[in-house]
């Protein structure tokens, strides 16, 4: 079983820290324009905890349940959702996270809004483009999205600030680069078309963070590079499916 101490959590994200500073120096950028989201999917409250004392502040997840129940376990930070958030668990994700990288229907943004609208929560909001078209994955399309904004507009209150994407797998890093400049070119022509202030790009991996960092990336989303091979933590108990209405 892996053991999660701070030291070897602090020597693996002092790696990554370094190599998103050197991407930023070669693209020019200022290294703290970069945010790290470390992923914590599957890893236990251990890990969490021991990334955290290294000074990790931001967390993601991509499970409502698994997020909260965590989060109930774990020192304080900002908790950010990069997976699917299911309609029904609108209200419990407005509870905990203060970041949602992972909005991909319109639907969707009416459902935040109404659940804003009543509890004052007012999350940051992040739409999710599947830049390379394919068929198989979630997100809007690179025409879909257009409507997403202006819908967000619309509404009114929404707290827009960027889009995020997650390529197709390649095995060569630079391979995605294309993909991340196409994201970056895309949030450039929507601000242009829709008068909408979109600073923020979610775009980056552990294989990949740095070609993002040098196309622009302002969070990245890093996983295994941080914690290791992905664990298979789960909550004791799953909330009933009555808690998500
Ligand atoms: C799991 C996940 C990550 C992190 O992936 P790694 O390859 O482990 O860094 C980033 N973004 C999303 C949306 C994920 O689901």
Same mark, same amino acid.
């Given at each position: 079983m892996e053991v999660y101490d701070t030291f070897s959590f602090q020597r693996r994200l002092d790696g990554v820290l370094d190599r998103?500073?050197?991407?930023?120096?070669?693209?020019?950028?200022?290294p703290a324009d970069v945010r790290l989201?470390?992923?914590s999917k599957t890893f236990p409250p251990e890990a969490i905890d021991a990334a955290l004392r290294?000074?990790?502040?931001?967390?993601?997840?991509n499970r409502v349940q698994e997020a909260l129940a965590k989060?109930?376990?774990?020192?304080?930070?900002?908790?950010?959702l990069v997976g699917r958030l299911q309609r029904n668990k609108v209200r419990h994700a407005l509870s905990l996270f203060t970041t949602i990288h992972s909005v991909d229907t319109i639907p969707l943004l009416h459902d935040i809004a109404r659940v804003q609208?009543?509890?004052g929560q007012r999350p940051k909001l992040l739409l999710e483009v599947n830049v390379a078209g394919e068929s198989? %994955?979630?997100?809007?399309?690179? %025409?879909?999205?257009r409507d997403a904004v202006r819908e967000a507009l619309a509404l009114g209150g929404l707290d827009l600030v960027g889009l995020m994407t997650v390529p197709p797998w390649v095995p060569e890093p630079e391979m995605s680069r294309r993909h991340f400049r196409a994201l970056r070119e895309l949030r450039d022509a929507l601000q242009d078309e829709t008068g909408a202030a979109l600073p923020e790009l979610s775009m980056g991996m552990s294989g990949d963070f740095e070609v993002a960092v040098e196309e622009g990336a302002t969070f990245v989303r890093i996983g295994t590079a941080l914690f290791g091979k992905r664990?298979?933590?789960k909550p004791q108990r799953s909330l009933d499916t009555d808690d998500f209405v």
């Open positions: 998103i500073a050197a991407a930023a120096a070669r693209a020019g950028r200022d989201v470390a992923v290294a000074g990790v502040s931001i967390l993601g997840e989060a109930a376990l774990c020192g304080s930070a900002e908790w950010h609208e009543e509890t198989s %994955k979630i997100g809007f399309n690179p %025409k879909t999205v664990a298979s933590w």
